[in-house]
């Protein structure tokens, strides 16, 4: 509770979460809020200006804009939530086995993440676009396959630091089991950091998405997606530029707002912020700083 009241302060941050949500909302009920179908093909209207019928116009088919916005949400944002969902899901699991437990566990899978971080991130998500073949579905499959291993690491780091606390030995001591030492000591006080870090990274992955499927190398026509509607209006740029600007700009709103509300969870999952004004607890006082882990 006290982390959204500091979020709230945050005005841009707030802004951020609302429109995030928005977006979500839009794309979760696309056929209620898109006023069209947005793979309707009508000749007559090709490249049609805005009106009260297409607010945005129509594109090199006479499709609806806005509607093709709408839907584009779904494999630009929501598909990428999941995969982000499921990359940060496995990178925690491996990421607290090996900070907590350490040794001989805790070598073999930082050695397997190195191993999978050793390589750039674009060119393997290539190479695994160019072995499953071109698709949402296989970039997806190689979002999570590269990214599980960041998380891993950064998490690892946290939970390392964390693990040496006094009221985790004595816990350990009292003989509580590692399981609810995990989840009701480790979790809880991990949790701002994989916060940030995965609404940082949600940033980057919607950008590789559309930028893969500028290329071609996405979701296949005729479904929508917005690195696919620049791709579709390139070979018009400078006779209907507005072709480019919906979903140039829906991209950069986009990416904006999931950046700004990392920053506000930052402060707003600040301790020290968020016992501002009050005598600070003892594991607060001990609580390390994990700052570098972030970057």
């Given at each position: 509770?006290?982390?959204?009241?500091?979020?709230?302060?945050?005005?841009?941050?707030?802004?951020?979460?609302?429109?995030?949500?928005?977006?979500?909302i839009l794309g979760l009920f696309a056929p209620i809020f898109a006023p069209h179908d947005p793979n309707h093909v009508d000749m007559k209207l090709r490249y049609a200006g805005s009106s009260w019928a297409y607010w945005f116009g129509n594109d090199h088919l006479g499709r609806?804009?806005?509607?093709?916005?709408?839907?584009?949400?779904?494999?630009?944002?929501?598909?990428?939530?999941?995969?982000?969902?499921?990359?940060?899901?496995?990178?925690?699991?491996?990421?607290?086995?090996?900070?907590?437990?350490?040794?001989?566990?805790?070598?073999?899978?930082?050695?397997?993440?190195?191993?999978?971080?050793?390589?750039?991130?674009?060119?393997?998500?290539?190479?695994?676009?160019?072995?499953?073949?071109?698709?949402?579905?296989?970039?997806?499959?190689?979002?999570?396959?590269?990214?599980?291993?960041?998380?891993?690491?950064?998490?690892?780091?946290?939970?390392?630091?964390?693990?040496?606390?006094?009221?985790?030995?004595?816990?350990?001591?009292?003989?509580?089991?590692?399981?609810?030492?995990?989840?009701?000591?480790?979790?809880?006080?991990?949790?701002?950091?994989?916060?940030?870090?995965?609404?940082?990274?949600?940033?980057?992955?919607?950008?590789?998405?559309?930028?893969?499927?500028?290329?071609?190398?996405?979701?296949?026509?005729?479904?929508?997606?917005?690195?696919?509607?620049?791709?579709?209006?390139r070979e018009v740029m400078f006779s209907h530029p507005e072709l480019m600007l919906a979903p140039g700009l829906a991209i950069v709103i986009a990416v904006s707002a999931f950046n700004f509300l990392a920053d506000g969870l930052q402060v707003a999952l600040d301790p020290k912020?968020?016992?501002?004004?009050?005598?600070?607890?003892?594991?607060?006082?001990?609580?390390?700083?994990?700052?570098?882990?972030?970057?």
């Amino acid at each position: 509770m006290r982390a959204l009241k500091n979020l709230s302060r945050d005005k841009l941050a707030s802004l951020s979460l609302l429109l995030i949500a928005a977006i979500v909302i839009l794309g979760l009920f696309a056929p209620i809020f898109a006023p069209h179908d947005p793979n309707h093909v009508d000749m007559k209207l090709r490249y049609a200006g805005s009106s009260w019928a297409y607010w945005f116009g129509n594109d090199h088919l006479g499709r609806c804009i806005l509607s093709r916005l709408i839907y584009g949400i779904r494999p630009s944002i929501l598909w990428v939530l999941a995969a982000l969902l499921a990359s940060v899901g496995v990178g925690a699991a491996v990421g607290f086995v090996a900070g907590y437990f350490r040794g001989k566990t805790d070598a073999i899978l930082m050695r397997i993440c190195d191993i999978m971080l050793s390589f750039p991130g674009y060119v393997m998500t290539l190479a695994v676009v160019g072995i499953l073949g071109a698709g949402l579905e296989n970039i997806l499959i190689a979002f999570v396959a590269m990214k599980w291993a960041w998380f891993a690491r950064v998490i690892r780091t946290s939970v390392q630091q964390y693990a040496e606390m006094d009221y985790v030995k004595f816990s350990k001591a009292a003989g509580i089991s590692n399981r609810r030492i995990i989840m009701k000591h480790i979790v809880p006080v991990t949790f701002s950091d994989m916060a940030v870090i995965a609404s940082g990274s949600m940033c980057s992955m919607i950008l590789q998405i559309s930028g893969l499927s500028f290329l071609g190398l996405g979701i296949k026509a005729p479904h929508a997606e917005w690195g696919m509607m620049l791709n579709e209006a390139r070979e018009v740029m400078f006779s209907h530029p507005e072709l480019m600007l919906a979903p140039g700009l829906a991209i950069v709103i986009a990416v904006s707002a999931f950046n700004f509300l990392a920053d506000g969870l930052q402060v707003a999952l600040d301790p020290k912020r968020m016992n501002s004004g009050k005598q600070p607890r003892i594991a607060e006082v001990e609580k390390p700083n994990v700052e570098y882990a972030r970057g």
